[in-house]
């Protein structure tokens, strides 16, 4: 539906307030979604890393700061190491990894590892959106 | 750490992105063959890109790691470091080192890096000369500057103009001496060559194209000026020698091994000997762009090649997806990416531009496929294409929406992008558990 949801509760998830009003409108450095809908009319979907296999990122990342983690396959950031050189940025062929300028490093999706189900899956209203292991031998490459 | 090390079954020479990428692929794959990593710098891995801001703002050398302090006991990787390989015998599968200790190996990486091309000049041995390319030049560089300095960087690249801001921060005076008409002219057009002379001027510094330095001055043994070709001269304490690197081949000249500008590799990355491998600044690799084995000396080819190599050395065979020239700039904050062909070298190359909003949006089609791309100020969208370049997609039917300004995934036909998004049909899928977090499958 292209509702937006989703970027709206990924903020909430960000927010150091955990306040919905703060989180869109008072936070100061301002939380940045990591989930953002793509609209091209009739077209629209909700985006976020999609955490890859061989993830190209992680290997042009000039300091060290993005790895995925070998367990789980995720693919995070040390705030603390990246330097906001946006290499990583131009190496994503999804365009997912956001620029955080207010704080000077990137926002990428993280699948709110800390809290279980991703915010964006969770309060999805259509639930177009969906969190799980696929485990076919269908690749998803 | 090795000092009686005499066997490795991995052997790396190099310390830096190629070395690392290579011995993380070798553990995935082969968890206890010996590794043994080589290199003349003392450190632990760091990230070389970050010389700048060890200069600029003292960004310490732990917060400079590119691995933890663990790295190397957690993967059982032996370390030589501060020792220079000196001789390589592939007949014998040998290193000799500077300490005359031999090391006997099995596979062999080659990620050597480069060295800074310093020309012969009058004066180049002058106290107050500097390259900038390791971590200890950045620190003989801080150690040499006073207050109020005056600087000449000989170049406009990458490194000079990094080295430029760095040292504008630290409150010196900067003069840039570019050979050719403009700066950064290898990896970016006019342009944005242009709002980055603008840019680097409001920051006060002064930028000299079409010439070069032809001698360094100095009273006794230290650096006062330079001259000109044309006979100018501009007074300075000291003078960064940043013309670029070239491959360092001291090593492999000499033993056989396959060399052109740099070491020749295969798709695996392997050299001209089937024991010995190459990645990095010091080897000549596939250039998806070019559709060419070339130099692209940059991090992530680094990186990508190691990795390869790395499984090759290890038994798993892995073709090199092929690099491209590469780079993200936000010299005095100013945003620029680039990747790919920047200047198409003859009119068969389709150029597609917009300019909006504070916007510059370069694609760059040889025969409707793009080759090449330049943003300068929102840079986010940048990446897809750069993979539609990786991917090497003809773009004939969009092209145009490539440089819209509400670019993004959704502007790609279905089928390039559906795939990684949707649930495969047919697949077995399963709820994850919320402490096991796996994948996120978006749909429409």
């Known amino acids: 539906m292209g509702c937006g949801l989703c970027e709206v509760y990924c903020r909430l998830e960000q927010a150091a307030s955990k306040d919905m009003i703060k989180a869109l409108k008072g936070d100061s450095p301002r939380s940045v979604p990591r989930v953002v809908v793509q609209r091209k009319a009739p077209v ?13 990122c992680v290997y042009a990342c000039l300091t060290g700061a993005l790895q995925r983690d070998p367990e789980s396959g995720t693919v995070l950031v040390d705030t603390d190491k990246c330097m906001g050189c946006w290499t990583c940025v131009l190496s994503c062929p999804f365009g997912v990894i956001r620029r955080d300028t207010e704080r000077g490093t990137i926002a990428k999706c993280d699948l709110c590892y800390s809290s279980g189900t991703p915010a964006c899956v969770a309060h999805c209203p259509n639930e177009a959106l969906v969190y799980t292991e696929i485990e076919s031998p269908v690749s998803t490459e | 750490m090795a000092d009686n090390l005499t066997e490795a079954k991995y052997l790396i020479i190099g310390n830096s992105a190629g070395g690392i990428g290579a011995a993380e692929a070798i553990r995935e794959v082969d968890e206890h063959g010996s590794i043994a990593i080589v290199s003349d710098e003392p450190y632990p891995v760091y990230s070389r890109p970050l010389i700048s801001e060890h200069l600029a703002e003292g960004c310490s050398l732990e917060r400079m790691l590119y691995r933890p302090a663990d790295f190397y006991e957690r993967n059982r990787i032996s370390t030589i470091l501060g020792q220079k390989a000196v001789s390589l015998d592939l007949a014998e599968h040998t290193l000799k080192l500077e300490s005359k200790s031999t090391i006997s190996w099995q596979k062999l990486l080659l990620t050597t890096g480069g060295l800074p091309i310093v ?12 390259t900038f390319t390791r971590l200890d030049d950045a620190r003989a560089i801080n150690q040499y500057l006073g207050g109020a300095e005056r600087a000449v960087v000989i170049g406009g690249g990458l490194i000079g103009v990094s080295v430029t801001e760095a040292l504008v921060k630290r409150g010196a005076t900067v003069t840039i001496v570019e050979m050719k008409d403009r700066v ?18 409001q920051a006060g510094v002064d930028i000299i194209t079409g010439h070069v330095v032809s001698e360094i001055n100095g009273g006794g043994k230290r650096v006062h000026g330079v001259t000109l070709d044309d006979g100018s001269k501009i007074p300075c304490r000291m003078v960064i020698i940043a013309i670029g690197v070239r491959p360092r081949l001291e090593l492999v000249n000499g033993t056989g091994i396959k060399v052109n500008r740099g070491i020749v590799v295969d798709r695996h990355m392997t050299t001209s000997h089937p024991d010995a491998y190459a990645c990095g600044d010091v080897a000549e690799a596939y250039d998806i762009p070019y559709g060419e084995c070339r130099l692209t000396p940059i991090w992530p080819n680094a990186y990508i090649g190691g990795r390869t190599a790395g499984f090759n050395m290890a038994g798993r065979p892995t073709e090199y997806p092929g690099g491209m020239a590469m780079n993200s700039m936000k010299y005095f904050g100013l945003n620029v990416v680039s990747a790919g062909m920047v200047v198409p070298p003859d009119e068969s190359y389709e150029v597609i531009t917009s300019n909006k909003n504070g916007t510059y949006r370069k694609v760059i089609l040889k025969n409707g496929v793009a080759v090449g791309l330049i943003f300068a100020g929102d840079i986010e969208q940048a990446g897809i294409i750069r993979g539609l370049v990786q991917n090497q997609i003809n773009v004939s039917e969009f092209k145009q929406s490539l440089v819209a300004d509400d670019f993004g995934l959704a502007f790609l036909p279905g089928k390039l992008w559906r795939p990684e998004l949707e649930v495969p049909a047919g697949a077995v899928v399963s709820p994850v558990a919320a402490e096991e977090p796996e994948e996120v499958i978006a749909g429409e």
């Open chain 2, 184 to 201: 950064l002219n290898t990896i970016l057009d006019e342009e944005v060559s242009a709002l980055e002379d603008t840019a680097l001027r």
């Open chain 1, 44 to 56: 629209s979907f909700a985006l976020q890393c999609r955490h890859c296999d061989e993830p190209y």
């Open chain 2, 119 to 130: 020309p012969p000049m009058k004066g180049i041995d002058r106290e107050g000369v500097f």
